[in-house]
């Protein structure tokens, strides 16, 4: 799913036009970054928590030439998603294969059934 994409379904729910939605979602993610950078931390209740750690300096190897190399210091973002997204992407276990990747299969699709003018079937 791309930005656009949210902007277009949080449009649609809301009633707002996708410029004015587009510019909340712009304007939430930048809060995020500005949180991170000042804070290194930002936790969003039911949703997960955003740390930025620092990685040591570290020697490594180039897997092309076995040649060392040294890698600085860095600082890297992590996340760790809080209950409820866990919950809910563990519900993908659950699910068959094919479901998951958001095909869906034959047997679970409704099976065409002919109805009569009542409402009953035929």
């Given at each position: 799913?791309?930005?656009?994409?949210?902007?277009?379904?949080?449009?649609?729910?809301?009633?707002?036009?996708?410029?004015?939605?587009?510019?909340?979602?712009?304007?939430?993610?930048?809060?995020?970054?500005?949180?991170?950078?000042?804070?290194?931390?930002?936790e969003l209740r039911n949703f997960g928590v955003f740390e930025?750690?620092?990685?040591?300096?570290?020697?490594?190897?180039?897997?092309?030439?076995?040649?060392?190399?040294?890698?600085?210091?860095?600082?890297?973002?992590?996340?760790?998603?809080?209950?409820?997204?866990?919950?809910?992407?563990?519900?993908?276990?659950?699910?068959?294969?094919?479901?998951?990747?958001?095909?869906?299969?034959?047997?679970?699709?409704?099976?065409?059934?002919?109805?009569?003018?009542?409402?009953?079937?035929?």
């Amino acid at each position: 799913m791309t930005k656009k994409e949210i902007v277009r379904t949080i449009s649609e729910e809301i009633g707002l036009t996708q410029l004015q939605t587009k510019e909340i979602v712009q304007k939430t993610f930048n809060a995020i970054v500005e949180a991170l950078v000042s804070e290194k931390r930002i936790e969003l209740r039911n949703f997960g928590v955003f740390e930025v750690k620092r990685r040591a300096p570290r020697k490594a190897r180039n897997p092309r030439t076995n040649e060392k190399v040294f890698v600085a210091e860095k600082f890297v973002v992590t996340f760790k998603p809080g209950k409820k997204m866990e919950e809910r992407v563990k519900e993908l276990e659950r699910q068959p294969a094919t479901s998951r990747t958001g095909r869906i299969k034959a047997e679970t699709t409704t099976a065409a059934t002919s109805y009569d003018s009542d409402g009953n079937t035929g």
